[in-house]
Nanobody, 127 residues
Framework: QVQLEESGGGLVQAGGSLRLSCAAS????????MGWFRQGPGKEREFVAT????????YYADSVKGRFTISRDNAKNTAYLQMNSLKPEDTAVYYCAARSTPYSNRYYYTSSDYNYWGQGTQVTVSL
């Protein structure tokens, strides 16, 4: 089992950057593929980015491709989401998620694939 805690959210102007962190408890962080999802006001939760256990494969939603970068540091039990060129439509609560998998290079991009979720961190992008 793993517990996840996001941090790094806040208020930023359009065009700015933020880096979200997702700290995981436990000793088997490298056994989990990781994902970031978000839920904007009045919207359903949507996929943002995912990274395989090894960190060797990543995948992004079209809406963030080229602007956001997902990464992980297995030694620090932490996943990251670097967000650049932020837009007002990126305003949302951002959640990290983890899924145990035996496949080192597999990623997952649907919320139902994930077993564990953090509480979320608010990102607000102003004009």
């Amino acid at each position: 089992q793993v517990q996840l805690e996001e941090s790094g959210g806040g208020l930023v102007q359009a065009g700015g950057s933020l880096r979200l962190s997702c700290a995981a408890s436990g000793r088997t962080f490298s056994s989990y593929a990781m994902g970031w999802f978000r839920q904007g006001p009045g919207k359903e939760r949507e996929f943002v980015a995912t990274i395989s256990r090894s960190g060797g494969r990543t995948y992004y939603a079209d809406s963030v491709k080229g602007r956001f970068t997902i990464s992980r540091d297995n030694a620090k039990n932490t996943a990251y989401l670097q967000m650049n060129s932020l837009k007002p439509e990126d305003t949302a609560v951002y959640y990290c998620a983890a899924r145990s998998t035996p496949y080192s290079n597999r990623y997952y991009y649907t919320s139902s694939d994930y077993n564990y979720w953090g509480q979320g961190t608010q990102v607000t992008v102003s004009l």
